[in-house]
C-alpha cells in the first residue's frame, strides 16, 4: 500500500550514491552513514516482506542489496521488478548496473538499450547513458 511506498520512498536516497569509500567510515559523518544504511537496508526489507510484489519495493531492496555488496540476492529481486514492471526504465537500469557489476555485459548492454529506447523518463537517465557509453 501507500505506506511501503512511502517507506521505500524514504530509503531509495541512501543507496543511489556510489559505494563509500572505506576510509570515509572512520569520520563521525561516516559512521552516522553506515548507521543510516544499515538503518535503510532494515527498513527496505521491512517493506519487502510486506509488499513482496511491488515493484519498486523490489527495485530498492534489491538495489540496496547489490550496493551492500549481495549481488546475486539483489540481482534476483531486481530480475522480478523488471517482470512486474517492464515498462520502468529506473528498474531496468539498476538491473543492467548490477548485472555489469557482476560482469554479465551482455544483459547489462541490452537492459541499458531498452531502458534508454523509452521516451518515459527516468531517474538516473543521464547515468544509465554514460553506463552504456562505456559498453560500446
Known sequence: GVGVVLVAAYVYPFFV??????????TPAG????????????????????APDNPEVADTYGWILVQGGEAS???????????????????????AAALLGAGQRDEARRLLAEALAAARPFAGRAEAQRLMETLR
Open 17 to 26: 550514491l556510489p559505494p563509500a569509500h572505506v576510509v570515509a567510515f572512520t
Open 31 to 50: 559512521r552516522r552513514a553506515a548507521r543510516a544504511g544499515a538503518a535503510a537496508r532494515a527498513l527496505a526489507a521491512r517493506a519487502h516482506a510486506l
Open 73 to 95: 540476492r539483489g540481482i534476483e529481486l531486481l530480475r522480478r521488478a523488471v517482470a512486474r514492471a517492464p515498462e520502468s526504465g529506473q528498474i531496468r537500469f539498476h538491473l
